[in-house]
């Protein structure tokens, strides 16, 4: 599975979009790009998931570029109660289930 | 629809004793993992069971560790007998069999904290 490198931390303010990047040179052609968050006490959460291009969902945006070496989480206009981990994770999806491999993740922290 | 639960939520257990941990998937899962973060490190994956079975169970870090998932159902994790190093945050996640168009989201439980002194 490909080694990610993303920040080890952030910092925003309530109402502004916050971009994460995550770096993935080695990712494999069938890799997928996977977001999760994590809350304190909580187990992680998946967020948004993609392959290429651009993926939107309510929660998120993901920005990949044609070379797939990179990409991007979204988040518009944070929220105090975005305040959480954010981990990117690449690997097969089309493997019937399989271990995910998680790096330090990126702290976020949203201020008032 | 219930999500994925674990018991206890903490333990504190001394050197030595035994402690067994309990998920319970989401109903009709068949798609189990065990993940654990020690203190300061990233988390790592322990196992996977599909159904009843060991899928894969190349994280499991020593013989002191043994899962089960009988009947396909919950599983439980008990490390027998526990070292300090064993302290960490263990989670547990399920996702269903899923056909080649689907994606692979993996639930996850909220933890049990387990102390070992």
């Known amino acids: 599975l490909a080694k990610t490198t993303q920040p080890i931390s952030m910092d925003s303010y309530e109402g502004q979009e916050v971009n994460i990047t995550c770096s993935h040179n080695n990712i494999a052609t069938n890799d997928y790009i996977t977001w999760y968050q994590q809350f304190p006490s909580q187990g992680p959460r998946f967020i948004i998931q993609g ?36 981990y990117c994770l690449v690997g097969a999806v089309y493997n019937q289930g399989g271990k995910l491999i998680f790096g330090q993740g990126t702290e976020l922290s949203v201020k008032p | 629809e219930a999500g994925v639960t674990q018991f206890p939520s903490h333990s504190v257990i001394e050197k030595g004793q035994t402690v067994t941990l309990r998920c319970d998937p989401i109903s009709g899962h068949d798609n189990l993992y065990w993940y654990r973060r020690v203190m300061g490190k990233e988390i790592k994956f322990l196992l996977h069971f599909v159904k009843e079975s060991k899928q894969d169970e190349s994280g499991m870090p020593n013989n002191r560790f043994l899962a089960e998932r009988t009947g396909g159902t919950y599983s439980t994790l008990k490390v027998q007998p526990a070292e300090l190093e064993d302290s960490g945050v263990y989670f547990c996640a399920s996702s269903p069999l899923m056909g080649a168009s689907s994606t692979d989201t993996q639930y996850f439980g909220p933890g049990t904290r387990l102390t070992v002194l």
């Not at chain 1, 993926?55 to 990409?71: C, G, H, M, Q, Y």
Request: charged share 20%; no cysteine.
């Open chain 1, 51 to 86: 392959y290429k291009t651009k993926v939107t969902n309510e929660v998120a945006s993901l920005f990949i570029p044609a070379d797939r070496k990179s990409s991007t989480l979204s988040l518009p206009r944070v929220s105090l109660s975005d305040t959480a981990v954010y």
